[in-house]
Protein backbone atom coordinates (compact mmCIF):
# COMPACT_ATOMS: atom_id res chain seq x y z
CA UNK A 1 0.00 0.00 0.00
CA UNK A 2 1.21 3.73 -1.17
CA UNK A 3 2.11 6.52 1.69
CA UNK A 4 -0.79 8.35 0.14
CA UNK A 5 -3.37 5.52 0.26
CA UNK A 6 -2.27 4.14 4.04
CA UNK A 7 -2.60 7.88 5.55
CA UNK A 8 -5.69 8.67 3.93
CA UNK A 9 -7.43 5.51 5.64
CA UNK A 10 -5.10 5.78 8.79
CA UNK A 11 -6.32 9.47 8.98
CA UNK A 12 -10.67 8.02 8.07
CA UNK A 13 -10.03 5.68 11.02
CA UNK A 14 -8.49 8.23 13.53
CA UNK A 15 -11.14 10.93 12.51
CA UNK A 16 -13.77 7.93 13.40
CA UNK A 17 -11.86 7.11 16.57
CA UNK A 18 -11.39 10.72 18.04
CA UNK A 19 -14.87 11.54 17.32
CA UNK A 20 -16.38 8.57 19.20
CA UNK A 21 -13.85 8.93 21.75
CA UNK A 22 -15.32 12.42 22.31
CA UNK A 23 -18.27 11.46 22.49
CA UNK A 24 -18.32 8.64 24.58
CA UNK A 25 -15.45 9.58 27.23
CA UNK A 26 -13.23 6.79 26.45
CA UNK A 27 -10.81 8.79 24.55
CA UNK A 28 -9.37 8.41 20.62
CA UNK A 29 -6.23 6.34 22.03
CA UNK A 30 -8.48 3.43 23.47
CA UNK A 31 -8.76 2.02 19.53
CA UNK A 32 -6.24 3.62 17.89
CA UNK A 33 -3.42 0.99 18.88
CA UNK A 34 -5.82 -1.80 17.44
CA UNK A 35 -6.90 0.43 14.53
CA UNK A 36 -3.56 -0.01 13.51
CA UNK A 37 -2.00 -3.24 14.79
CA UNK A 38 -5.09 -5.54 13.77
CA UNK A 39 -6.50 -3.70 10.72
CA UNK A 40 -3.45 -2.46 9.10
CA UNK A 41 -0.76 -5.23 10.88
CA UNK A 42 1.15 -1.81 11.80
CA UNK A 43 3.57 -3.60 14.06
CA UNK A 44 2.89 -2.70 17.72
CA UNK A 45 5.56 -0.96 19.29
CA UNK A 46 4.93 2.06 15.81
CA UNK A 47 1.18 1.82 16.77
CA UNK A 48 1.44 2.83 20.64
CA UNK A 49 4.29 5.56 19.38
CA UNK A 50 1.23 7.16 17.46
CA UNK A 51 -0.97 6.66 20.02
CA UNK A 52 0.81 8.18 22.56
CA UNK A 53 1.51 11.08 20.37
CA UNK A 54 -2.16 11.31 19.93
CA UNK A 55 -3.59 10.72 23.01
CA UNK A 56 -1.39 13.98 24.46
CA UNK A 57 -3.61 16.03 21.79
CA UNK A 58 -6.88 15.21 22.53
CA UNK A 59 -6.16 15.11 26.56
CA UNK A 60 -4.42 18.59 25.90
CA UNK A 61 -7.12 20.02 23.91
CA UNK A 62 -10.27 18.88 26.12
CA UNK A 63 -8.16 19.92 29.01
CA UNK A 64 -8.05 23.19 27.87
CA UNK A 65 -12.13 23.47 28.26
CA UNK A 66 -12.70 21.66 31.08
CA UNK A 67 -10.40 23.58 33.29
CA UNK A 68 -12.11 26.56 32.48
CA UNK A 69 -15.18 25.30 33.56
CA UNK A 70 -14.14 25.18 36.41
CA UNK A 71 -14.18 21.23 37.84
CA UNK A 72 -10.95 20.13 37.22
CA UNK A 73 -8.72 20.68 40.40
CA UNK A 74 -5.27 21.15 39.50
CA UNK A 75 -3.43 20.40 42.97
CA UNK A 76 -5.11 17.07 42.98
CA UNK A 77 -3.66 16.32 39.52
CA UNK A 78 -0.65 18.03 40.22
CA UNK A 79 0.12 15.56 42.93
CA UNK A 80 -0.90 12.94 41.73
CA UNK A 81 1.10 13.36 38.52
CA UNK A 82 3.90 12.56 40.66
CA UNK A 83 2.69 9.38 40.74
CA UNK A 84 1.45 9.47 37.37
CA UNK A 85 4.98 10.72 35.84
CA UNK A 86 7.30 8.16 37.73
CA UNK A 87 4.48 5.51 36.19
CA UNK A 88 4.45 6.56 32.72
CA UNK A 89 8.81 6.57 32.98
CA UNK A 90 8.62 3.30 34.32
CA UNK A 91 6.39 1.84 31.20
CA UNK A 92 7.79 3.42 28.83
CA UNK A 93 11.45 1.66 29.80
CA UNK A 94 10.07 -1.70 30.65
CA UNK A 95 8.41 -1.63 27.65
CA UNK A 96 11.40 -3.25 24.94
CA UNK A 97 12.06 -5.66 27.52
CA UNK A 98 8.37 -6.73 27.02
CA UNK A 99 8.19 -8.88 24.06
CA UNK A 100 4.59 -7.56 21.96
CA UNK A 101 2.44 -10.48 22.14
CA UNK A 102 2.21 -9.51 25.83
CA UNK A 103 1.76 -6.30 25.13
CA UNK A 104 -1.21 -7.15 23.43
CA UNK A 105 -2.49 -9.52 26.08
CA UNK A 106 -2.29 -6.34 28.85
CA UNK A 107 -4.10 -3.95 26.38
CA UNK A 108 -6.91 -6.40 25.38
CA UNK A 109 -7.60 -6.51 29.47
CA UNK A 110 -7.28 -2.82 29.72
CA UNK A 111 -9.34 -1.95 27.10
CA UNK A 112 -11.98 -4.42 28.64
CA UNK A 113 -11.78 -2.65 31.89
CA UNK A 114 -12.36 0.74 30.67
CA UNK A 115 -15.26 -0.31 28.47
CA UNK A 116 -17.03 -1.53 31.29
CA UNK A 117 -16.06 1.44 32.92
CA UNK A 118 -17.18 3.57 30.25
CA UNK A 119 -21.02 2.35 30.96
CA UNK A 120 -21.40 0.94 34.25
CA UNK A 121 -21.58 3.62 37.20
CA UNK A 122 -21.11 2.23 40.39
CA UNK A 123 -23.04 3.88 43.13
CA UNK A 124 -20.83 4.54 45.70
CA UNK A 125 -21.32 2.66 48.93
CA UNK A 126 -21.22 4.91 52.09
CA UNK A 127 -22.18 8.46 52.96
CA UNK A 128 -20.31 11.71 52.70
CA UNK A 129 -16.96 12.10 53.05
CA UNK A 130 -15.73 13.52 56.09
CA UNK A 131 -12.52 15.61 56.08
CA UNK A 132 -9.26 13.67 55.53
CA UNK A 133 -6.03 15.41 57.56
CA UNK A 134 -3.74 14.06 54.90
CA UNK A 135 -5.79 15.49 52.39
CA UNK A 136 -6.45 18.45 54.02
CA UNK A 137 -2.67 19.64 54.96
CA UNK A 138 -2.17 18.88 51.19
CA UNK A 139 -5.14 21.14 50.28
CA UNK A 140 -6.50 19.01 47.95
CA UNK A 141 -10.07 19.84 48.96
CA UNK A 142 -12.30 21.90 46.77
CA UNK A 143 -15.52 23.12 45.42
CA UNK A 144 -17.44 22.12 42.25
CA UNK A 145 -20.18 24.59 40.44
CA UNK A 146 -23.52 24.06 41.84
CA UNK A 147 -27.07 25.33 40.87
CA UNK A 148 -27.40 27.45 44.59
CA UNK A 149 -23.68 27.93 44.44
CA UNK A 150 -20.46 26.10 44.98
CA UNK A 151 -20.53 22.44 46.60
CA UNK A 152 -17.77 21.71 48.70
CA UNK A 153 -16.06 18.22 49.18
CA UNK A 154 -13.42 16.52 50.62
CA UNK A 155 -10.63 14.10 49.73
CA UNK A 156 -9.57 10.44 51.58
CA UNK A 157 -7.42 7.77 50.77
CA UNK A 158 -4.68 9.52 49.67
CA UNK A 159 -1.57 6.75 49.62
CA UNK A 160 -4.61 4.15 47.70
CA UNK A 161 -5.47 6.46 45.19
CA UNK A 162 -1.96 7.44 44.79
CA UNK A 163 -0.52 3.21 44.54
CA UNK A 164 -3.54 3.20 41.14
CA UNK A 165 -2.14 6.55 39.92
CA UNK A 166 1.13 5.00 39.50
CA UNK A 167 -0.46 1.79 37.98
CA UNK A 168 -2.33 3.86 35.57
CA UNK A 169 1.08 6.01 34.66
CA UNK A 170 3.20 2.40 34.17
CA UNK A 171 0.05 1.51 32.14
CA UNK A 172 0.17 4.57 29.73
CA UNK A 173 3.91 4.51 29.59
CA UNK A 174 3.61 0.70 28.26
CA UNK A 175 0.71 0.52 26.15
CA UNK A 176 0.44 4.18 24.71
CA UNK A 177 -2.32 5.21 26.20
CA UNK A 178 -4.10 7.96 28.25
CA UNK A 179 -5.28 5.52 31.22
CA UNK A 180 -8.08 7.73 31.89
CA UNK A 181 -10.57 5.08 33.08
CA UNK A 182 -7.89 3.91 35.59
CA UNK A 183 -6.82 7.53 36.90
CA UNK A 184 -10.58 8.15 37.12
CA UNK A 185 -10.62 4.88 38.86
CA UNK A 186 -8.85 6.14 41.57
CA UNK A 187 -10.22 9.56 42.17
CA UNK A 188 -13.69 8.33 41.73
CA UNK A 189 -13.69 4.86 43.29
CA UNK A 190 -10.43 5.39 46.17
CA UNK A 191 -10.77 9.17 47.02
CA UNK A 192 -14.01 9.71 46.81
CA UNK A 193 -13.93 12.45 44.79
CA UNK A 194 -17.00 13.69 43.10
CA UNK A 195 -17.29 11.96 39.37
CA UNK A 196 -17.24 14.90 37.37
CA UNK A 197 -14.38 16.41 39.25
CA UNK A 198 -12.31 13.05 38.45
CA UNK A 199 -13.44 12.78 34.90
CA UNK A 200 -12.09 16.15 34.24
CA UNK A 201 -9.29 16.13 36.35
CA UNK A 202 -7.78 12.79 35.01
CA UNK A 203 -8.41 14.48 31.30
CA UNK A 204 -5.89 17.56 32.78
CA UNK A 205 -3.64 14.65 33.90
CA UNK A 206 -3.29 12.67 30.54
CA UNK A 207 -1.52 14.78 28.31
CA UNK A 208 1.56 15.53 30.93
CA UNK A 209 1.16 11.19 31.61
CA UNK A 210 2.17 10.55 28.45
CA UNK A 211 4.74 13.32 28.04
CA UNK A 212 6.52 11.87 30.40
CA UNK A 213 6.98 8.66 28.28
CA UNK A 214 7.29 10.18 25.09
CA UNK A 215 10.70 11.70 24.95
CA UNK A 216 11.77 7.78 25.69
CA UNK A 217 9.87 6.90 22.76
CA UNK A 218 11.34 9.49 20.56
CA UNK A 219 14.59 7.76 21.26
CA UNK A 220 13.87 4.89 20.84
CA UNK A 221 12.20 5.63 17.19
CA UNK A 222 9.08 4.11 18.09
CA UNK A 223 7.00 7.21 16.87
CA UNK A 224 7.37 7.33 13.37
CA UNK A 225 6.38 10.98 11.49
CA UNK A 226 4.51 9.40 9.03
CA UNK A 227 2.16 7.33 10.66
CA UNK A 228 2.08 10.40 13.46
CA UNK A 229 0.94 12.55 11.29
CA UNK A 230 -2.41 11.15 10.00
CA UNK A 231 -3.56 10.06 13.36
CA UNK A 232 -2.25 13.26 15.53
CA UNK A 233 -4.55 15.28 13.25
CA UNK A 234 -7.32 12.76 12.77
CA UNK A 235 -7.96 12.38 16.10
CA UNK A 236 -7.94 15.86 16.61
CA UNK A 237 -10.52 16.31 14.11
CA UNK A 238 -12.90 13.58 15.27
CA UNK A 239 -12.24 14.88 19.10
CA UNK A 240 -13.03 18.71 17.98
CA UNK A 241 -16.18 17.66 16.65
CA UNK A 242 -17.08 15.26 18.89
CA UNK A 243 -16.59 17.71 21.94
CA UNK A 244 -19.09 19.79 20.15
CA UNK A 245 -21.69 17.41 18.81
CA UNK A 246 -21.56 16.10 22.40
CA UNK A 247 -23.43 19.07 23.57
CA UNK A 248 -26.09 17.92 21.38
CA UNK A 249 -26.46 14.73 21.31
CA UNK A 250 -27.46 12.10 23.39
CA UNK A 251 -24.68 9.96 23.92
CA UNK A 252 -26.49 6.94 26.02
CA UNK A 253 -27.17 4.70 23.13
CA UNK A 254 -23.78 5.81 21.73
CA UNK A 255 -21.56 4.75 24.42
CA UNK A 256 -22.81 1.39 25.15
CA UNK A 257 -22.78 0.86 21.44
CA UNK A 258 -19.00 2.02 21.57
CA UNK A 259 -18.45 -0.33 24.61
CA UNK A 260 -19.89 -3.10 22.89
CA UNK A 261 -16.62 -2.28 19.40
CA UNK A 262 -14.04 -1.27 22.20
CA UNK A 263 -14.71 -4.90 24.47
CA UNK A 264 -15.01 -6.62 20.35
CA UNK A 265 -11.30 -4.92 19.83
CA UNK A 266 -10.03 -6.15 23.39
CA UNK A 267 -10.68 -9.61 22.89
CA UNK A 268 -9.12 -9.66 19.41
CA UNK A 269 -5.70 -8.20 21.39
CA UNK A 270 -6.10 -10.68 23.76
CA UNK A 271 -6.38 -13.58 20.78
CA UNK A 272 -3.97 -12.25 18.52
CA UNK A 273 -1.22 -11.82 21.15
CA UNK A 274 -2.50 -15.33 23.18
CA UNK A 275 -1.84 -17.00 19.16
CA UNK A 276 1.40 -14.81 18.61
CA UNK A 277 -0.05 -13.17 15.48
CA UNK A 278 0.83 -9.86 17.28
CA UNK B 1 -8.64 31.09 48.30
CA UNK B 2 -4.89 32.48 47.88
CA UNK B 3 -2.53 34.73 49.69
CA UNK B 4 -1.79 36.73 46.90
CA UNK B 5 -0.67 36.83 43.20
CA UNK B 6 -2.93 35.24 40.80
CA UNK B 7 -6.45 33.47 41.66
CA UNK B 8 -7.15 29.88 41.12
CA UNK B 9 -9.83 30.73 38.25
CA UNK B 10 -7.07 33.33 36.19
CA UNK B 11 -4.42 30.59 36.66
CA UNK B 12 -7.19 28.04 34.73
CA UNK B 13 -7.86 30.66 32.51
CA UNK B 14 -4.33 30.86 31.43
CA UNK B 15 -3.75 27.58 31.15
CA UNK B 16 -6.51 26.79 28.93
CA UNK B 17 -5.35 28.86 26.51
CA UNK B 18 -2.01 28.38 26.57
CA UNK B 19 -2.94 24.52 26.22
CA UNK B 20 -4.86 25.44 23.22
CA UNK B 21 -2.68 27.56 21.35
CA UNK B 22 -0.22 24.71 22.04
CA UNK B 23 -2.05 21.99 20.29
CA UNK B 24 -3.36 24.18 17.39
CA UNK B 25 0.56 26.04 16.73
CA UNK B 26 1.92 21.91 17.04
CA UNK B 27 -1.06 20.59 14.44
CA UNK B 28 -0.25 23.14 12.22
CA UNK B 29 3.07 22.01 11.75
CA UNK B 30 2.14 18.66 11.35
CA UNK B 31 -0.12 19.42 8.62
CA UNK B 32 2.60 21.58 6.80
CA UNK B 33 5.06 18.38 7.15
CA UNK B 34 2.57 16.22 6.59
CA UNK B 35 1.87 17.82 3.30
CA UNK B 36 5.34 18.30 2.33
CA UNK B 37 5.75 15.05 3.14
CA UNK B 38 2.71 13.34 1.23
CA UNK B 39 4.02 15.36 -1.74
CA UNK B 40 7.56 14.17 -1.66
CA UNK B 41 6.75 10.39 -0.55
CA UNK B 42 3.36 9.79 -1.62
CA UNK B 43 3.71 6.97 -3.60
CA UNK B 44 6.59 5.60 -1.78
CA UNK B 45 5.41 2.03 -0.08
CA UNK B 46 6.51 2.06 3.52
CA UNK B 47 6.61 -1.12 5.47
CA UNK B 48 5.42 -0.53 9.62
CA UNK B 49 4.89 -4.48 9.50
CA UNK B 50 8.47 -5.24 10.70
CA UNK B 51 9.95 -2.56 13.58
CA UNK B 52 13.08 -0.69 12.24
CA UNK B 53 12.54 2.69 14.12
CA UNK B 54 12.97 5.30 12.62
CA UNK B 55 15.93 7.28 10.73
CA UNK B 56 18.89 7.81 13.34
CA UNK B 57 18.62 11.96 12.69
CA UNK B 58 14.71 12.11 13.72
CA UNK B 59 15.24 10.13 16.75
CA UNK B 60 17.69 12.97 18.57
CA UNK B 61 15.49 16.74 18.94
CA UNK B 62 19.43 18.16 16.91
CA UNK B 63 18.76 16.00 14.23
CA UNK B 64 15.18 16.97 13.75
CA UNK B 65 15.91 20.28 14.01
CA UNK B 66 18.41 20.07 11.13
CA UNK B 67 15.98 18.47 8.49
CA UNK B 68 13.50 21.04 9.77
CA UNK B 69 15.13 23.62 8.61
CA UNK B 70 16.10 21.76 5.28
CA UNK B 71 12.31 21.82 4.84
CA UNK B 72 12.46 17.93 5.03
CA UNK B 73 8.66 16.08 5.29
CA UNK B 74 9.49 14.07 7.83
CA UNK B 75 11.31 16.20 10.27
CA UNK B 76 9.02 18.66 10.34
CA UNK B 77 6.19 16.60 11.63
CA UNK B 78 8.47 15.45 14.34
CA UNK B 79 8.98 18.85 15.33
CA UNK B 80 4.95 19.23 15.38
CA UNK B 81 5.43 16.37 17.30
CA UNK B 82 7.50 17.73 19.38
CA UNK B 83 5.63 20.42 20.18
CA UNK B 84 2.61 18.66 20.75
CA UNK B 85 4.58 16.88 23.71
CA UNK B 86 6.15 20.51 25.05
CA UNK B 87 2.72 21.69 25.42
CA UNK B 88 1.75 19.98 28.55
CA UNK B 89 5.45 20.50 29.87
CA UNK B 90 4.64 24.21 28.96
CA UNK B 91 1.61 23.93 31.31
CA UNK B 92 3.65 22.64 33.97
CA UNK B 93 5.75 24.96 34.07
CA UNK B 94 3.26 27.64 34.25
CA UNK B 95 2.57 26.12 37.40
CA UNK B 96 5.18 26.24 38.82
CA UNK B 97 4.98 29.82 38.85
CA UNK B 98 1.62 30.35 39.44
CA UNK B 99 2.19 28.04 42.53
CA UNK B 100 5.00 30.20 43.30
CA UNK B 101 3.17 33.72 42.75
CA UNK B 102 0.78 32.35 45.69
CA UNK B 103 3.37 31.91 47.78
CA UNK B 104 2.54 28.01 47.65
CA UNK B 105 5.78 26.49 48.75
CA UNK B 106 4.55 22.80 48.89
CA UNK B 107 3.16 22.95 45.49
CA UNK B 108 5.93 24.47 43.84
CA UNK B 109 8.03 21.73 44.87
CA UNK B 110 5.71 19.01 43.86
CA UNK B 111 5.51 20.74 40.64
CA UNK B 112 8.98 21.03 40.20
CA UNK B 113 9.53 17.05 40.81
CA UNK B 114 7.10 16.43 37.92
CA UNK B 115 8.70 18.86 35.65
CA UNK B 116 12.26 16.99 36.37
CA UNK B 117 10.51 14.05 35.67
CA UNK B 118 9.41 15.16 32.14
CA UNK B 119 12.49 16.80 31.08
CA UNK B 120 14.53 14.05 32.45
CA UNK B 121 12.58 11.63 30.28
CA UNK B 122 13.42 14.29 26.97
CA UNK B 123 16.74 14.28 28.10
CA UNK B 124 17.78 10.92 28.85
CA UNK B 125 15.12 9.44 26.16
CA UNK B 126 15.65 11.63 23.30
CA UNK B 127 18.91 11.53 21.75
CA UNK B 128 20.11 9.12 19.33
CA UNK B 129 20.66 5.71 21.05
CA UNK B 130 20.49 2.38 19.10
CA UNK B 131 17.26 1.05 19.57
CA UNK B 132 17.32 -2.48 21.77
CA UNK B 133 14.07 -3.85 19.82
CA UNK B 134 14.74 -3.10 16.27
CA UNK B 135 14.74 -5.39 13.46
CA UNK B 136 17.73 -3.90 10.89
CA UNK B 137 16.33 -2.36 8.15
CA UNK B 138 16.35 -4.24 5.08
CA UNK B 139 18.17 -1.63 2.87
CA UNK B 140 20.34 1.07 3.46
CA UNK B 141 18.78 3.38 1.56
CA UNK B 142 15.78 3.36 4.11
CA UNK B 143 17.67 4.93 6.90
CA UNK B 144 19.13 8.23 4.15
CA UNK B 145 16.78 10.65 3.73
Known sequence: MEVLELTSLVFGGSVLAGFLGALTGLGGGVVIVPMLALAFGIDMRYAIGASLVSVIATSSGAASA??????????????????????????????????????????GVVLLYSAYASVSRKVRAGG??????????????????????????????????????????????????????????????????????????????????????????????????????????GVGVGALVGAKVLVHANVGPLRWAFAAVVAALAIEMIYSGSTGRL | MSSGGWTDDQVEQTMGRLLRFGVILAGSVVLVGGVIYLAHHGHDVPDYAQFHSIPAPLRSLAGTLRGAAALQGPAIIQLGVLLLVATPVARVALSIFAFAQQRDRRYVLVTLFVLAVLVYSMVHGYRDQPPEDAVPPVSAEKSAE
Open chain 1, 66 to 107: YVREGYANIRIGMLLEVATTVGALGGAILAPHVPTSALAIVF
Open chain 1, 128 to 233: PVAPNPRAVRWKLDGTLPGTDGPIPYHVTHLPGGFAVMFLAGLLSGLLGIGSGAVKVLAMDQIMRIPFKVSTTTSNFMIGVTAAASAGIYFGRGYIDPGLAMPVVL
